[in-house]
């Protein structure tokens, strides 16, 4: 869905979708995501584009889904994610009005677009993507891999013995350990 600016009504655009594909199919053909991250492209929310003082404005509530990969055990899990977002949508002149832009306001969000087209598309999954997690988990406790088989620990397929294990380049300050220690 793209929007010209100039036809966006002086009392603003309103638009709710519920398990809405479409929005974000053009930002995701057009975005590189990064490894181990799929964003389910059926969204839900609100989005509302306003004229305020001569300045557009983009406020959005969005529920969506993310399929990440466990930064420990490696395993594919669903989160959902609630996003609201609260922008200033500028019309992009020339690198050194933005950057001065950019500086006058610092205190607001701005999200600046080539031309005179507004595809909420694209700004919903940039914010989607910085609500990405450095390290995702499974879950807070997730255990991690087992080093010695590579399976998830705990899990049916590692039936590895759960005694105390020493890694091969430790042993001999093990060794040191024991005949030191009473």
Do not use: H, Y
């Amino acid at each position: 869905m793209r929007i010209r600016i100039d036809e966006i009504p002086r009392k603003g655009l309103s638009v709710e979708f519920t398990d809405d594909e479409e929005l974000l199919a053009q930002a995701l053909a057009a975005t590189s995501l990064p490894p181990g991250v799929q964003i389910d492209p059926r969204l839900t929310g609100r989005f509302t584009i306003a004229r305020r003082k001569g300045e557009l404005f983009f406020e959005a509530a969005i529920d969506a889904a993310m399929r990440l990969q466990c930064s420990r055990c490696l395993t594919e899990f669903r989160q959902p994610e609630r996003v609201d977002i609260d922008l200033v949508v500028r019309q992009r002149t020339s690198p050194e009005q933005d950057m001065n832009a950019e500086f006058v306001d610092s205190e607001a969000e701005a999200f600046f677009i080539d031309g005179d087209v507004i595809d909420p598309g694209e700004i919903i999954l940039q914010e989607l993507l910085l609500n990405v997690p450095m390290k995702p988990l499974c879950k807070e406790d997730c255990p991690g891999l087992c080093p010695t088989c590579g399976r998830p620990k705990g899990s049916p397929q590692c039936t590895c013995s759960e005694e105390r294990r020493v890694d091969p380049r430790w042993a001999a300050l093990e060794r040191l350990k024991e005949k030191i220690t009473p």
